[in-house]
């Protein structure tokens, strides 16, 4: 299966809280899962990747949770800010880690964070 | 500025006409991107290109093509234009052909087929 699932849709949070997203897959030969953060009139920025073999991954307040045998992946984002309010989207390559140039990405979660 | 330059940022035309995108990648980069993001089907993958060479194909549809030039500018283009191809038409570019140094995405054409 060439998917990958997010949820939630959209997500409001008041400043200071941690929203989580959640991803699920089902095809084991993805090997990288990155987030990419989109601002409105904006493209794609690569936030944060994790590869299979590592549990958590933490940089700043972004943190990915990996669960290899679930095949599920989360962002937390910790001491949300309002200038956090973006749309985020999970992604997942195939190949040795992500030696496959394509990313197949999740929906999309628009996070908003509120004053 | 990502350094991903896509012009035009935004297109209206009507149905059965075509359309040529541009992207000029971040100074480097080899290898380009196109994705296709709509409201339904979110960021799809259409095809990747790499030092001129046709790397990867995902979703494309037939009346779409693309191609990189030896100066690694790449141009996608939509012919016989449909009320469903109206979306968002993101370029990207990384160093190399692999995921996993991440891509730098420009701003997008935004698309409207009337």
């Known amino acids: 299966q060439q998917q990958v699932k997010q949820s939630p849709q959209s997500l409001i949070v008041q400043k200071g809280g941690i929203p989580i997203i959640n991803c699920a897959y089902e095809n084991t030969a993805f090997d990288y899962f990155p987030w990419y953060q989109q601002f409105p009139g904006k493209g794609p920025a690569l936030l944060i990747a994790i590869r299979p073999d590592v549990s958590e991954k933490k940089e700043g307040r972004f943190t990915i949770s990996f669960n290899k045998s679930a095949k599920q992946f989360s962002l937390h984002i910790m001491d949300s800010q309002p200038g956090d309010s973006a749309t985020y989207f999970c992604a997942a390559s195939m190949g040795p880690g992500g030696s496959q140039g394509n990313l197949i990405f999740g929906k999309g979660t628009k996070l908003s964070v509120k004053p | 500025d990502s350094g991903v330059t896509q012009t035009p940022k935004h297109l209206i035309t009507a149905t059965g006409q075509r359309v040529t995108l541009r992207c000029s990648p971040r100074s480097g980069d080899l290898s380009v991107y196109w994705y296709q993001q709509s409201l339904d089907q979110g960021l799809q993958f259409l095809i990747q290109y790499y030092n001129g060479e046709e790397r990867a194909k995902g979703n494309i549809l037939e009346r779409f093509s693309a191609q990189q030039f030896p100066d690694l500018h790449s141009e996608l283009n939509l012919s016989s234009l449909e009320l469903g191809d109206s979306a968002l038409y993101f370029c990207?570019?990384?160093?190399?052909?692999?995921?996993?140094?991440?891509?730098?995405f420009g701003s997008g054409t935004r698309l409207t087929v009337v």
């Open positions: 990207a570019s990384s160093v190399s052909g692999f995921s996993f140094y991440g891509y730098t």
